[in-house]
Each structure stands twice: as structure tokens, then as C-alpha cells.
């Protein structure tokens, strides 16, 4: 566990282990619950589908491609629920594959299945 008080700016990053330089890292959701089995339930998105939803989400530079950097407030779920639990979904992707979800950015849309 990481201790920290409410509005607190909580940094993190992400890091991909890997000897293959060609590869990127983008981080598609990230969501907050109070209980660390059930992300559907009671959940805060931080960021969901790569759109951001927290307003304190800033991420940061990284001069490199398998890294991913950002930060928001700490808070928690009103005085019953103290604790937090983060679910971050990351994507890897080939660099300079411009149709991979690592450069479609935010994806407001859902798909849909083509019917004849």
C-alpha cells in the first residue's frame, strides 16, 4: 500500500521490459475502486478507452516510447471507503503503426458488428 492524503498528487509510471526498441506503450484505462476485486461495481474513471476523465490527470513526457508518465489528486470514496485500488489497462503496439490502438487516442466510440 501507498499512504498519502486526500488531493496529494499521486505519480506514476508505467514501463515496458523489452529489448525490442520498436514497441510503444500506451495506457488506455485506468480506473479507481474502493474494493481491490470488483472494478465494475463502485468505480472512478481516471482515464477510460484513452479519454481522460479526471480533471488533476496530467501525464508527463517520457523521452522514451515503452514508458508511460502521469499523475492525478489522491481521494477517496466518501468516509466508508478509506482505500483505493487502481486497475491500469496498458496496449503495446508497434511504433509507427498508425492504425493501432496506440495512436488512435481517445476512442469515444464503441464498435459495432457489420450485419448483411
Same mark, same amino acid.
Given at each position: +500500500?501507498y499512504?498519502? *492524503? &486526500?488531493?496529494?498528487?499521486?505519480?506514476l $509510471? /508505467?514501463y515496458?521490459?523489452?529489448?525490442? +526498441?520498436?514497441?510503444?506503450?500506451?495506457?488506455?484505462? !485506468?480506473? /479507481?475502486?474502493? @474494493?481491490p476485486?470488483?472494478?465494475?461495481?463502485?468505480t472512478? *474513471? &481516471? &482515464?477510460?478507452k484513452? !479519454?481522460?476523465? *479526471?480533471?488533476t490527470? @496530467?501525464?508527463?513526457?517520457?523521452?522514451?516510447?515503452? @514508458?508511460?508518465?502521469?499523475?492525478?489528486?489522491?481521494?477517496q470514496?466518501?468516509?466508508?471507503?478509506?482505500?483505493?485500488?487502481?486497475? !491500469? $489497462?496498458?496496449?503495446?503496439c508497434?511504433?509507427?503503426?498508425?492504425?493501432? =490502438? !496506440?495512436?488512435?487516442?481517445?476512442?469515444?466510440r464503441? =464498435?459495432? $458488428? /457489420?450485419?448483411?
Amino acid at each position: +500500500p501507498y499512504y498519502v *492524503d &486526500i488531493n496529494q498528487n499521486l505519480f506514476l $509510471e /508505467a514501463y515496458l521490459h523489452s529489448s525490442d +526498441p520498436d514497441l510503444v506503450l500506451f495506457l488506455d484505462s !485506468c480506473v /479507481a475502486s474502493p @474494493t481491490p476485486h470488483n472494478f465494475t461495481a463502485v468505480t472512478y *474513471d &481516471i &482515464i477510460r478507452k484513452g !479519454c481522460v476523465r *479526471d480533471s488533476t490527470y @496530467t501525464r508527463y513526457y517520457s523521452p522514451y516510447r515503452h @514508458t508511460v508518465r502521469f499523475k492525478f489528486n489522491a481521494f477517496q470514496f466518501l468516509r466508508y471507503h478509506p482505500l483505493v485500488y487502481l486497475r !491500469c $489497462e496498458l496496449v503495446v503496439c508497434r511504433a509507427y503503426d498508425y492504425s493501432s =490502438r !496506440c495512436y488512435q487516442g481517445c476512442s469515444r466510440r464503441s =464498435r459495432r $458488428e /457489420a450485419s448483411s
